[in-house]
């Protein structure tokens, strides 16, 4: 079983619908993260937790909203979708290590169409 | 800005032959390094690090090499396979902080 779960896989919405895209992690890490990947520009870090309490904004936060319920789940909601919020959307995890950083594991994505 | 740069957006290489991506970044504050490797349909995968303390790191077909004067870094695949045809992300933290990534570099191994 995959490490890390994203729900749907797919989705196609409308332009301005409320939207929440799901991540789990079954490797007990403190830390998770919400990605977006575009073309040409590599993966964009929207927003980050260090742990259940901690919530933190990435490079692109405007527009997305973030709720970690629970050490393995952190969601992102897209409040009122635009178009150009369409992407390959991925979460990662880490875990707190002594060493300077470490890896994140990442899940298989959400392709994320706002019409 | 963008703080680390990849700036080739594919590379196409024999399959035996060596495969080198390069990454350049411009803040002198970043101390690790990572290669990350993704298949469509699939989230990117580790693939090899490196912290700022070295020049080197191996880890079988895979080496990183870190020049750190002029703020680069490139990942020797050899020899290069057929399964190696993937988009390839560099990495880099400050602090164990969180990851900037370049835009990738396209590799496609031809047989």
């Known amino acids: 079983d995959a490490d890390v779960t994203q729900t749907p896989r797919n989705r196609i919405t409308k332009t301005g619908k409320r939207i929440m895209l799901e991540c789990s992690q079954t490797?007990?890490?403190?830390?998770m993260y919400w990605y977006r990947q575009d073309p040409g520009l590599g993966l964009r870090l929207i927003y980050y937790?260090?742990?259940?309490?901690?919530?933190n904004k990435g490079e692109i936060s405007d527009g997305y909203s973030v709720s970690r319920q629970a050490q393995a789940k952190f969601s992102l909601s897209l409040e009122s979708a635009i178009p150009n919020q369409t992407a390959l959307y991925f979460c990662?995890?880490?875990?707190?290590?002594?060493?300077?950083?470490?890896?994140?594991?990442f899940g298989p994505g959400t392709r994320l169409t706002v019409l | 800005d963008q703080q680390v740069k990849q700036n080739s957006p594919s590379l196409s290489v024999q399959e035996g032959r060596i495969s080198i991506l390069n990454c350049d970044y411009t803040n002198s504050m970043f101390d690790y390094f990572l290669w990350y490797k993704k298949y469509p349909a699939e989230g990117p995968t580790f693939l090899i690090s490196?912290?700022?303390?070295?020049d080197k790191n191996e880890d079988g077909r895979f080496t990183v090499f870190l020049n750190k004067s002029a703020k680069h870094l490139s990942l020797h695949i050899v020899p290069s396979q057929p399964g190696d045809s993937a988009v390839y992300f560099c990495?880099?933290?400050?602090?164990?902080?969180?990851?900037?990534f370049g835009a990738g570099t396209i590799l496609r191994v031809k047989s």
């Open positions: 990495a880099a933290s400050e602090y164990g902080n969180k990851l900037v």
């Open positions: 990662a995890s880490a875990g707190t290590g002594t060493s300077s950083t470490d890896t994140q594991y």
């Open positions: 937790s260090f742990d259940v309490k901690d919530i």
């Open positions: 490196i912290s700022s303390i070295k």
């Open positions: 490797k007990g890490h403190d830390r």
